[in-house]
């Protein structure tokens, strides 16, 4: 009997595969295999939180799958991940396959792994478990929780704030802090102070430098140097005196390690060192999880990455405790292992800490097996881990005083070494705490003693002015929500995303500053909202979500009263006018959009007919700057603060900015605003000899290209599209980067594979060209020729393959791959099941592809929510109502087509039934 085993990547499916033999068949189910239907009544409060689910056609060919394998099984074993979405995963594919009827005689299990090693898979097989409902509820709840808010509040956005795109339990709540960290660094006033330094020598004329630190015998604060005027009366106050030792103190100080990895601290540290974005780092990740070939072997290097866990497995730290004797001795060693645990609030530590699966595969071992991005992050990982396991640093810090005869004027040198480097030997926190260490340990005071005479060499006094707080990073906003106890570590990374994706922010200078789309969401939420983008709320719901995830709180409870309140907040703004909303708005952005002139002037003085106020306006297509004065005055501007890019005679306030000239063509090289966007061009359009019209050659800007920084170099680059990468290692084939019309993508013969959000055509490189191509699908296969003439080819389509014959095209059957279909079976398929494409060109439309459904809807929910699914059958009645309607139209045939459409309402009834 064989043994079935699911998991979520296909990657992990054969490295699992032979960890346990030929009793097993380990199969992939791509992720979710089915989620709620992107439509209203999805979730529906009123039927006690009953929810619709529905499998699209990936996920129906993988349950299908899998319910093939069973037949004659004897055990299933659903094996994704070890966390909240895994736990679902499964409980989706149990629960589809139950109603199909495929685990009649079938034992099924859940299994965990926290790392795809034997050792661990084994264990895992021996030690199964019953799927955890408080942990599949938690998930219900959150997926209820994140509908219900998406789709109640964003058409609220759409119809009182047009322009919007959407809202979001915890995007909002993110969204708000980068906007509050913006408007905090718009009101931001520099204040300006001075410090006070001498360079000094000792008896033996060793120099050191000291900062003044008493002038006037008062002990200065920040701010007791305010200008020029008194920063040179201190200045001649240390000139004009004689100065000894006054104090000599010395200690030791001992720094520790910092723990290993979880998911937050591995994107911020990524972020900090490697330069990698979020998305980026858990990429990397999982692919460094699931295992690389080394030595003919797929081998998992790392374990879990999701995870909010800062403790490893007993037997991970005696491996890296041995590890660290064998390599750096035993000073390097602590007398007894360390323990840590997480200070992030909401903490569930369920998994271990991210570290390596084997520690004696080192960095420099693996290195010719992974890209380069996987390089630098498994070192990252590997040091960090080890680090945590070593001997604390010990650094001698010397603090000496400077004082003159009166004591009225003091003086401080410190200086530092390291007197035991520690876990220093081998890892550094962060780019910052190296940069200070480096300082640090450099500055290392001569000898002195109290009463040694000093003699003074120069003094200088140093302006300063004080700095706003930063703009968030992907690093530092992470370790802000982890902090706030908003969002959990897996959903990090998505939700910077979207807020991208939803041109809510932009990043610049790996900084976040917020979109003035997203400054009107985040004041609109504010104004009408508030209780719901309230860190405190928000990071209290996450609270009630993990209490339901550990069985102490029932996850219908919490939403009812979820439901309840923001029902009612929700049905408050049903009267709201948009006047109401553009007065709130303008009151609350006004200091950004109209900021103080130097002159002194009014910001809002419309510079048109200087009679009427600027303000904020609405329109069909979202906010703009207008005046009141309308419509005697016709002034607008786009929402953009004055002088700011794109606005006020920016780059590209007139549609065209000339980069310069190319030197092979000697065409003028533009970058120009059009319809879909900027882009670049080469030369103007013009006639041929035959006095037709030429196009000139156009390349668009990719996502991650800031038009006001591009130079003439990179717009050449962009329009000498395709790029060779280079050739492939092992076919010797070319592989080519170019632009489509569906962005960047990569091609090698008949292959194509479009580029990920973080990689960039430009600059892309070979190994990670060859990585991508690995998993790329020919777009066409050419069968041979048709007994007609010509050759017949299948193709990959946006709906499926498809056969294609000149203009005959035919769909391949549901299930059949398009590398399995032989010439033979095309041509009778063309024969008969081939249709005439419509003609193209002048006057030749391609008919509109009829809408079909993606799968069939069902409601499914825990045991204890059948009875609320079962008030579904009452609603058919409703649907049949369709029935008379047509008839009575019938005579008339105009009218008789509107009636037949309103068959559509009858769907929901029978999705329910099915449920």
């Known amino acids: 009997m064989t043994n079935i085993v699911v998991v979520e990547s296909p990657a992990k499916a054969k490295t699992i595969e032979k960890y346990l033999g030929g009793d097993y068949k380990v199969l992939a189910s791509f992720g979710h295999v089915r989620d709620l239907p992107a439509k209203d009544g999805s979730v529906r409060p009123d039927e006690d939180f009953a929810m619709d689910w529905e ?88 997926r209820a929780l994140d509908y219900l808010v998406g789709f109640t509040l964003s058409p609220v956005l759409w119809r009182k704030l047009p322009g919007s795109k959407s809202a979001g339990r915890v995007q909002s709540v993110a969204l708000r802090l980068i906007c509050e960290r913006e408007a905090e660094i718009e ?89 990698f974005g979020a998305q980026a780092t858990m990429r990397t990740a999982q692919s460094l999880y699931e295992g690389v070939a080394i030595g003919g072997e797929t081998v998992g290097l790392i374990t879990y990455m999701r995870t909010d866990g800062v403790q490893m497995a007993r037997e991970a730290v005696a491996e890296l405790r041995n590890h660290i004797k064998s390599e750096f001795g035993e000073d390097y060693i602590p007398g007894a292992p360390r323990e840590y645990s997480s200070r992030a609030k909401n903490a569930q530590e369920a998994h271990e800490a991210i570290r390596p699966t084997d520690v004696s595969r080192t960095p420099e071992k693996v290195a010719r097996y992974l890209s380069e991005q996987q390089r630098k992050l498994y070192e990252l990982i590997w040091k960090r881990a080890v680090a945590s396991q070593m001997q604390s640093a010990e650094l001698d810090q010397t603090s000496v005083e400077l004082v003159e005869p009166s004591g009225k004027t003091k003086l401080r040198a410190t200086g530092s070494v390291i007197a035991f480097d520690g876990f220093l030997k081998l890892y550094r926190e962060d780019q910052d705490d190296v940069a200070d260490d480096a300082d640090e340990d450099s ?54 995303q979207v807020l991208q994706d939803r041109e809510y922010v932009k990043l610049d200078k790996r900084r976040f500053i ?39 709180a029932d996850w219908r409870e919490v939403m009812r009263q979820f439901w309840r309140d923001f029902r009612d907040a929700v049905d408050a703004t049903k009267d709201l006018k948009i006047s109401d909303v553009i007065d709130r708005l303008d009151e609350e952005l006004g200091p950004h959009f109209f900021p103080k002139a130097d002159d002194g ?220 279909v032989t010439l033979d079976e095309a041509v009778t398929l063309l024969a008969e099941k081939g249709k005439e494409l419509p003609p193209r060109g002048k006057g030749g439309k391609k008919a509109p592809a009829k809408k079909t459904g993606t799968g069939k809807v069902v409601t499914s929910m825990p045991e204890a929510d059948k009875p609320a699914a079962k008030k579904a059958p009452a609603k058919k009645a409703p649907a049949k109502k369709a029935a008379p309607a047509k008839k009575a139209a019938a005579p008339a045939k105009k009218p008789a087509a509107k009636p037949a459409a309103k068959k559509a309402p009858a769907k929901p009834a029978t999705r329910k039934a099915a449920g």
Request: glycine share 10%.
């Open 514 to 552: 917020p979109e003035d789309r997203g400054r009107l969401v985040t004041a609109f939420l504010m104004s009408f909202f508030e209780r719901y983008v309230d860190t405190g709320f928000t990071a209290g719901l996450e609270e009630q979500l993990d209490d339901i995830s550990g069985g102490r």
């Open 187 to 275: 009101a931001f006033v520099a204040r300006e102070y001075w410090t006070v330094a001498g360079r000094f020598t000792t008896p033996a004329g060793a120099p050191f430098t000291a900062r003044l630190t008493h002038h006037l015998g008062k002990k200065l604060e920040q701010f007791d140097l305010p200008d020029e005027a008194t920063a040179m009366a201190a200045k001649r106050a240390v000139e004009g005196a004689s100065f000894s030792v006054g104090s000599v103190e010395k200690k030791r100080v001992k720094r520790n390690p910092p723990p290993p990895f979880q998911t937050s601290t591995l994107q911020q540290e990524a972020s900090r060192k490697l330069g």
């Open 55 to 142: 499998a699209d056609d990936r996920g129906q060919k993988q349950v299908k799958a899998i319910a093939q394998a069973l037949r004659g099984a004897r055990h299933l074993y659903l094996a994704t991940d070890p966390d909240r979405e895994g736990e679902a995963i499964s409980w989706h594919v149990k629960d589809m396959l139950a109603r199909s009827g495929a685990l009649k005689g079938v034992d099924v299990q859940r299994i965990t792994f926290n790392e795809i090693t034997k050792r661990a898979v084994q264990y895992a097989i021996d030690h199964p478990r019953e799927l955890d409902m408080p942990l599949i509820e938690a998930y219900l709840a959150r």
């Open 601 to 820: 002037s009014d910001p809002r003085l419309c510079p048109n007919c200087h009679k009427g106020r600027l303000g904020l306006r609405l329109g069909r297509t979202g906010a703009f700057i207008g005046c009141s004065n309308y419509p005697d005055c016709r002034y607008t501007r786009p929402l953009a603060v004055p002088g700011a890019e794109g606005e006020g005679g920016g780059a590209l306030a007139d549609g065209v900015r000339i980069l310069g000239t190319d030197p092979v063509s000697g065409l003028e090289v533009s970058l120009r605003r059009g319809p879909y966007g900027i882009y670049a061009q080469l030369g103007e359009a013009g006639t041929d000899e035959k006095g037709k019209p030429t196009k000139p050659k156009r390349a668009s800007l990719t996502r991650n290209m800031d038009p006001e920084v591009m130079t003439l170099e990179t717009a050449l680059v962009l329009l000498s599209m395709p790029r060779v990468v280079g050739l492939h290692p092992e076919t010797g084939e070319e592989i080519t980067s170019n632009l489509g019309r569906f962005g960047p993508y990569l091609k090698m013969g008949a292959l194509s594979k479009s580029l990920d959000r973080d990689d960039d055509p430009l600059t892309i490189g070979l190994n990670r060209a060859v990585a991508l191509m690995a998993g790329a699908k020919p777009r066409g296969i050419t069968l041979g020729d048709h007994p007609k003439g010509g050759p017949v080819e299948v193709r990959r389509g946006r709906f499926g393959p498809f056969l294609m014959h000149g203009t005959r095209v035919a769909n391949l059957p549901r299930g059949v791959e398009m590398e399995a």
């Open 443 to 496: 500055r290392i005071l001569p000898p002195m003693r109290e009463k040694d005479p000093v003699k003074r060499q120069s003094v200088e006094a140093l302006q300063h002015f004080t700095q706003p707080p930063p703009r968030y990073s992907e690093a530092s906003l992470v370790k802000k929500m982890e902090e706030l106890g908003i969002g959990r570590p897996s959903t990090y990374a998505s939700i910077l």
